[in-house]
């Protein structure tokens, strides 16, 4: 019996290669080394490594960063001499480098035309760490265990290049057959930097394909489409999708309100307490006492509240102990509004847990259920219905093609679809996220199929604390109420920037650059003059009629300055 197993990239002889350079333009910009290194799987084969005289002195800043001086490339050799024994050490072998197209935009800027097969470790690690706080090629070698001793020098960085790619082409491998397949299609439809690695990959299942069978009555539901048991999906799986985010049940506010002890809640915030001890490093504060005092008596009695805290006086705490008790008695929400999605962020992942962790420890409250999360605007919530468009779509360009793949494993486990828990990258590569956020996509929350959108405002609807940001605060005002779930608490925080955010979302601006596009739409060598006027030039029409158009394109053109 023949034993298959999975064909790699590895089993083939890669080329790591990595430039250092003046600067970051080819075009203006010189090489001052080449670093390169073949090796076969974890295996070295050898290196070239070479100075190349730029013709120029060198910075200071690239003297500093890389450690190469000038003497250093004064004695070397010109790129034209060292091009020919690079191109005989590559040969035909596959390339890899990080962010390869630097490189190989520099050689094909001095004339060096490769044809050889490419892969990118930064595309690899975009894919397959989605969460990765950043993709540079120091940090990944570092996560990964790659040696990097010497960064910027053109040798070492190819080596740690070597490493990083080795350790992700592995767990490139690893990935079910339903995946891999479904990236390869990706790669094949966009001419993705990772399509010779994926069509290297080869699973089982291709090597060795089932046979095929005659179909049974239950593999055609009605619609006539035919269920493929031979192979396997590679669509999201939208029924695990709706069961991974159906959430409780909205709030019922209780019928009587229970008041906070607010002599519990001081007692709670004083060096000694219980709930002090169980929040760790906790020193006693006057002044955060007092908030929390005034915040308490507040919820009683109702009115409103102004509070001015400087920094160092906790008032994150001073005023979410109170409305979390006072939430959680009354089964009634309480609307957090920060500034930022960075501080939205603190306070769900940080301030909150921590402080609901101590009250625990508090017999008074020991059995109280406190449910919060984090409500945030249309643009940071995927839209599945516009994934599964653009998957299916027959035009899918490389950064699009990254980005479902990014979200392709996310997807079969994120319960949020929040683009905070990916790192999205350089404008570059995030801008299709902005085709796939829940931005623009209304019919999406009142579909039948799962929205994470819908999610995050029934999960609003069912806590008691909900934070969001004053953009989003604002737009609930602007919107009549129809963003945020109705609250019977407001709390503000660092309300000294709502009136900034208020100009923001509620003002609007017309910069000169706003002007400039719309005229060029009208008066620009592709606008609606000059579209008019070829297409009377390439008409039947009279003479009069086309001098007509032209003394008119004239006299808009010449208004526009003014």
């Not at 001499?81 to 050490?89: D, E, G, N, W």
């Not at 004339?111 to 990118?120: A, K």
């Not at 609807?461 to 407001?490: F, K, Q, R, T």
């Not at 060598?525 to 003479?543: N, P, Q, V």
Request: with cysteine; proline share 5%; charged share 20%.
């Amino acid at each position: 019996m023949t034993l298959l197993q999975n064909a790699s990239p590895l089993d083939e002889a890669w080329v790591a290669l990595d430039l250092e350079t003046t600067g970051l333009s080819p075009n203006s910009d010189e090489i001052i080394e080449i670093g390169a290194v073949k090796f076969v799987g974890d295996s070295e084969v050898e290196t070239f490594q070479s100075f190349v005289n730029p013709g120029r002195q060198l910075s200071d800043f690239i003297v500093d960063l890389t450690g190469i001086n000038q003497s250093d490339v004064d004695q070397a050799p010109g790129f034209g001499s060292v091009a020919p024994q690079l191109a005989v050490f590559l040969g035909s072998a596959p390339i890899v480098g990080h962010n390869v197209d630097f490189d190989l935009g520099f050689l094909k800027a001095k004339g060096m035309r490769l044809t050889n097969q490419v892969c990118d470790t930064w595309e690899l690690a975009y894919v397959l760490r989605p969460d990765a706080k950043a993709y540079g090629l120091e940090a990944l070698a570092s996560q990964l265990n790659a040696n990097h001793d010497n960064p910027h020098r053109a040798v070492d960085d190819a080596q740690a290049t070597r490493g990083v790619f080795v350790t992700l082409v592995k767990e490139l491998a690893d990935l079910d057959p339903a995946t891999l397949k479904e990236m390869t299609r990706l790669a094949q439809r966009s001419n993705w930097k990772l399509k010779h690695v994926l069509n290297s990959i080869q699973s089982p299942h291709s090597l060795n394909p089932k046979p095929t069978r005659r179909p049974n009555i239950g593999d055609i539901p009605a619609g006539g489409v035919r269920r493929d048991h031979t192979q396997p999906s590679v669509g999201l799986n939208t029924r695990a999708l709706s069961e991974r985010l159906k959430q409780d049940r909205p709030l019922r506010p209780n019928d009587r309100v229970i008041p906070v002890d607010q002599s519990l809640v001081e007692e709670m915030l004083q060096s000694g307490s219980v709930f002090a001890e169980a929040m760790g490093n906790f020193d006693e504060r006057p002044e955060q006492i007092e908030m929390a005092g005034a915040v308490t008596e507040t919820l009683n009695t109702g009115g409103r509240l102004i509070a001015e805290a400087g920094t160092g006086v906790g008032k994150s705490i001073a005023y979410l102990l109170p409305v979390a008790i006072y939430a959680a008695l009354n089964n009634r929400r309480v609307i957090v509004s920060t500034n930022t999605i960075n501080l939205q962020e603190q306070l769900v992942t940080k301030d909150l847990p921590t402080m609901l962790k101590a009250m625990s420890s508090v017999p008074e409250f020991s059995d109280l259920d406190v449910r919060f999360t984090q409500l945030k605007g249309r643009a940071n919530y995927l839209c599945v219905r516009k994934w599964q468009n653009l998957r299916a779509s027959d035009s899918t360009d490389e950064a699009e093609a990254r980005m479902l793949a990014k979200t392709l494993q996310w997807l079969e486990s994120t319960e949020t679809g929040d683009r905070s828990e990916l790192n999205l990258g350089h404008r570059a590569a995030s801008a299709p996220w902005e085709r796939l956020s829940a931005q623009g996509s209304h019919d999406c929350v009142s579909s039948g199929g799962p929205c994470f959108l819908r999610a995050a405002r029934e999960r609003a609807a069912a806590s008691h604390i909900v934070v969001v940001n004053h953009a989003l605060l604002l737009s609930d005002l602007a919107m009549g109420g129809s963003v945020i779930p109705e609250y019977d608490i407001l709390i503000i925080d660092e309300a000294h920037h709502l009136e900034e955010q208020a100009t923001r979302q509620l003002g609007f601006e017309l910069p000169q650059s706003a002007f400039d596009d719309q005229f060029q739409s009208i008066t620009g060598e592709h606008g609606l003059f000059s579209e008019a006027l070829m297409a009377i030039r390439r008409s039947s029409s009279g003479g009069s009629r086309q001098k007509s158009v032209e003394q008119a394109n004239s006299k808009a053109i010449a208004q526009v300055p003014q």
